[in-house]
């Protein structure tokens, strides 16, 4: 009797440790956790220790595509869903594979457990038909290049749709997009052909470029050769300007002086200085073995008696003045023979 008084107190205590344990749970932070009432809900679990009427109360169980099955908690933290790639076929009839990743949020766990039975699967359901929608009015070339304007459009479809089963989607992004081979090397091939002829723009624009260059620097040079010419002519110009006036002040101040010689200043220094371009001419003419007649003018004979003057002029400088000479008229242009006499 007494063993089995025993065993029904040991009965008694584990129901009473079961149903203690059954009646405290504890939800961790960032969490949640929805209470059943007989069925229906009844409260909504916060973080943190709660008490709940065992065998009457209990937690609802999520069985959601791609997390651990018959999951009691709600996590409230923006989560990930990673699309394995998919089929898309673009506008110019160009299959591709895109693969993409998801970020959501629960807002509203209540909407998230009883408006939708598979979440993350009606996500992901909805996520690849609006990519297949947004994609195929795309082509190919306009697919690689407006990755932002398809994870725009696809986060507004999927607010749109997901707004009722208390999710957020944040962002959604477009990871690859895989075409086929040979579109592949079709591509690779375009790619190679743009950029030979961007290079060869380039080089043109390049040579181009040099040659504006070449043609700006000859006519700055020939500019600098021209200013340099002309600032040399001017200079040149003006040396010869002063150099002549410099001579014709060297030559006045010659005949200054041979006519402050001449008879103190009385003189005619214009009949000397003929005379002596005379003899000099003569002189240079008599230099020549050639035989030669030279026609003297008239005006010879008063040319040769201005000499006689300045010989009297001289002379009565010197020790002896030398006795006068009649002058013969000279009638006619007399000839004068400068050369060796003829045999």
Not at 271 to 285: A, F, G, P, V
Not at 319 to 334: D, N, T
Request: glycine share 6%; proline share 5%.
């Amino acid at each position: 009797m007494e063993g089995f008084l025993l065993f029904v107190l040991i009965i008694l205590a584990a129901a009473v440790l079961v149903t203690a344990l059954k009646s405290f749970r504890v939800v961790g932070q960032a969490s949640v956790m929805i209470i059943e009432r007989l069925g229906k809900f009844h409260k909504m679990a916060a973080s943190g220790l709660n008490i709940i009427l065992p065998f009457v109360d209990k937690p609802r169980s999520v069985y959601w595509s791609g997390i651990r099955p018959g999951l009691n908690t709600l996590d409230l933290r923006e989560q990930l869903l990673e699309f394995p790639p998919q089929p898309v076929i673009t506008r110019d009839n160009v299959t591709v594979g895109v693969d993409s990743v998801l970020y959501y949020q629960i807002t509203d766990p209540i909407k998230a457990i009883y408006e939708v039975a598979d979440l993350t699967g009606s996500i992901m359901q909805l996520t690849i038909t609006a990519m297949r929608s947004i994609i195929g009015d795309l082509d190919l070339d306009h697919t690689f290049t407006s990755r932002d304007v398809i994870n725009n459009k696809l986060r507004v479809v999927l607010d749109e749709a997901t707004e009722r089963w208390g999710v957020k989607v944040t962002r959604v992004e477009i990871r690859n997009i895989h075409p086929p081979e040979d579109v592949r090397v079709t591509m690779e091939k375009q790619m190679t052909a743009e950029r030979n002829r961007r290079a060869l723009i380039l080089q043109a624009d390049g040579e181009k470029q040099a040659a504006i260059a070449r043609a700006e620097g000859e006519k700055q040079a020939a500019i600098a050769r021209a200013e340099g010419e002309k600032e040399a002519a001017v200079l040149r110009a003006e040396g010869q300007a002063q150099a002549r006036l410099r001579a014709t002040e060297a030559e006045a101040q010659a005949i200054r002086q041979i006519a402050d010689s001449i008879t103190a200043g009385q003189g005619n220094p214009a009949q000397y200085l003929l005379m002596q371009r005379y003899i000099e001419s003569l002189t240079h003419m008599a230099a020549s073995n050639n035989a030669k007649v030279v026609f003297m003018p008239v005006e010879t004979s008063s040319v040769l008696s201005s000499i006689g003057a300045l010989k009297e002029v001289f002379g009565e400088t010197g020790s002896a003045q030398p006795e006068r000479r009649e002058s013969r008229e000279i009638k006619g242009p007399p000839a004068l023979s400068i050369g060796p006499p003829s045999r």
